[in-house]
Structures are given as C-alpha cells and as structure tokens.
C-alpha cells in the first residue's frame, strides 16, 4: 500500500510507521514538527507541511499516488486545550476538514483517524464500550469528537470510508530502544515516573495527582495499551477499510485498569531503584477510572494488545535510559 502517515515524526505516528515499512508497506510523512522530531522517521520521505496549508496540501497529493492516509497529527493536552480551545478547534477540527477535503479532491477515500478515550467525559461504566455515551470534559475530547462525526458525515455521504481509533493510555517503546516518547513538557505518567528514576540533568520530581479517588489505593485507574500493539491495530484498521466500507470506531485499551500505585511500584521492581514522589492535589479533568472494553476490536479486528504492564515499562525504562 501507498499510505500517507500524517503526524509521523510524533510519539505514536513514529511508531506506526516503522511498523507500517516494517511490513512492507510504502509510506510518506507529512509533519509540521511542531511536536515530532526529525531523527523519529528513521529515513522515512516526508514533507514538512501543516494539514492547516491547503496549498501544500494538495501539492502532497498531486506528487503521490496514496491508497490510505492516516492521521495522527494533533494537538492532545487536555490542560492546554481548556486555557487555549482556539488552538484545539483550528488544528484538530479544521485541519481535519482540509485533510478529508484534499483526499476527497484527489480521489483517496481511506482514512484510519487517532481518536482517544477522553471523548467519553466521565464513565458510567465499569469497563468503556464504544456504545458508551460520548460527553467529552474538555475542548480537546470535543475537537476529537467533532472529526469522529464529520467521518460519520462524510461516510454517509459516500465516498470516504474511515475508522476511528479511541486509544487508552498509550505508553511503552520501540522494543528495539529507536524510538521512544519524547514531549515537552512531559505530562504522561509513566515517562514522568522514569524520569524521576534517572541521574544526571534529566532526572525530574514526580508528583501523584490525588490519593483520595473512589478506587482501591486511592489513586487514578487507567488502562495502559503499548504503542506497538496501537501499530498493529493500525494495519488490522487499514486491511478492515476494503472489506468494509463506512466509518467505523472502536476502542484501544487492554480490558485491564492499574493504579497510579500500581504502576510506580511496576516502574521500582523493573529499574530496581525506589521513587523519591510526593502526594499532590487532583489534577484537574481527571476521571477515577477508565478502563476499555476491547471486546469489539477482538470481534472485528482479530486485534488483542500483547504487551503487558511490564513490558510496556521495560521498554520505556530502556528508552529512557538510553537518552540519557
Ligand atoms: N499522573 C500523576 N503524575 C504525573 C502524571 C500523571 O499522578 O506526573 C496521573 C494522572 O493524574 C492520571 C494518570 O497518572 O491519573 C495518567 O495520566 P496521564 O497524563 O499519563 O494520562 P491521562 O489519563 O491523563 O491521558 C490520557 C491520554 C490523553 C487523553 C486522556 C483521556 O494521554 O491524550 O487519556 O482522558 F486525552
């Protein structure tokens, strides 16, 4: 396949992408680098654009043939989202609009779309459908589920099939230690965790967002899903697009929930080393617990994440290490 991997130097696009060539597939990049990084293409083409430029848009797709685009690019912190919706609305809403545009122009119609949990606002369910009302707590939940209804909308209109992917928590490496997460600031819980473990210049304070949520310890569930288990999901997704026309969602997550607890404890026994943390106040947005059914991606897909709590941490822990 011909895929154009839109946000491919970014944290996940990265990875999806050495996935893709991996199986042989030809692939070129569009990135703006406003978050990606030069050295997360291994080699792959790209062209610096912003999916906000039309004109760079369309001379993309005048140079290339391309069977399927995916799309990563987009701005994803909650926090930033609420002091700055402008920001959130422009690039994930209307960005979109100009990418389903300038396929439609030039005849591309496959699309497999990064959408997130935090569409769904705060659970009403144990363990998240797709069925699940979507009630989104923040502009970033919102802009992500304005693209899920114009790729509904643009399905119904015919002619652009699409599929949805509502990643959980994305975590972990590049077992090989290539590729990795890298953002500034750094928000995530398990970088910030291992960050906190490191010596030197790198090594940073850790801070446990609220111990007095309705869960078991006290602290936040989430359900952690390894970026190279999002990989496969992406080519499942893209081979699912010719058998089955329309747009389609489904849910990214293991089916499995751990504390922020659990997973500093994970983070000491796999680098052998105690975390210097301090209990802090909530952070603000945060829901108690969200935990995916995968059920439906299973079903369709013959999809299942593989990597498990201590893989995902061993290969960040390797990541880490290895940059420091
Ligand atoms: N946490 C800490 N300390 C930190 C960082 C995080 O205690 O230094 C806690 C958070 O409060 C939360 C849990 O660890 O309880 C996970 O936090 P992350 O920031 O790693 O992930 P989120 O669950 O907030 O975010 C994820 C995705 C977002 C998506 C959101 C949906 O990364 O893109 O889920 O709610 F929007």
């Not at 190279?228 to 499942?236: G, K, R, Y």
Request: negative net charge.
């Amino acid at each position: 396949m011909n895929i154009l991997v839109c946000g491919g130097a970014g944290y996940i696009g990265s990875h999806v992408l050495k996935h893709l060539r991996a199986k042989g597939h030809s692939c070129h990049v569009l990135d703006n680098f406003s978050s990606g990084h030069e050295w997360a293409l291994l080699g792959a083409s790209c062209s610096k654009a912003d999916i906000l430029d039309q004109a760079a848009l369309d001379k993309i797709f005048s140079a290339r043939p391309f069977d399927v685009v995916m799309h990563f690019c987009a701005r994803s912190l909650v926090a930033e989202s609420v002091t700055d919706p402008a920001l959130y609305y422009r690039n994930n809403v209307s960005g979109t609009l100009n990418l389903l545009e300038t396929m439609q122009k030039h005849g591309v119609n496959k699309l497999v779309f990064s959408s997130t949990a935090a569409i769904f606002g705060e659970p009403q369910e144990e363990i998240i459908s797709e069925a699940h009302p979507r009630q989104p707590l923040n502009p970033y939940g919102h802009s992500k589920l304005m693209v899920e209804q114009m790729l509904q909308d643009f399905a119904e209109a015919g002619g652009l099939d699409s599929i949805a992917l509502r990643y959980f928590n994305a975590a972990g490496a590049d077992p090989e230690a290539e590729l990795g997460e890298v953002h500034e600031p750094e928000t995530h819980l398990i970088p910030n965790i291992l960050l906190s473990l490191l010596d030197g210049e790198s090594r940073r304070e850790f801070k446990i967002f609220g111990k007095d949520y309705p869960t078991p310890d006290g602290t936040c569930v989430r359900d952690y899903i390894h970026v190279n288990d999002l990989a496969s999901a992406h080519v499942l997704g893209m081979e699912y697009l010719f058998e089955h026309p329309g747009a389609h969602v489904f849910n990214l997550g293991s089916q499995r929930g751990y504390s922020v607890l659990e997973v500093m404890q994970a983070c000491e026994q796999i680098s052998g080393k105690k975390v210097n943390y301090q209990f802090a106040g909530r952070r603000p947005g945060d829901p108690a617990r969200l935990v995916a059914s995968s059920l439906l991606a299973q079903q369709e897909l013959g999809w299942q994440a593989e990597y498990s709590l201590e893989q995902i941490i061993e290969t960040a822990w390797n990541w880490h290490q290895s940059l420091s």
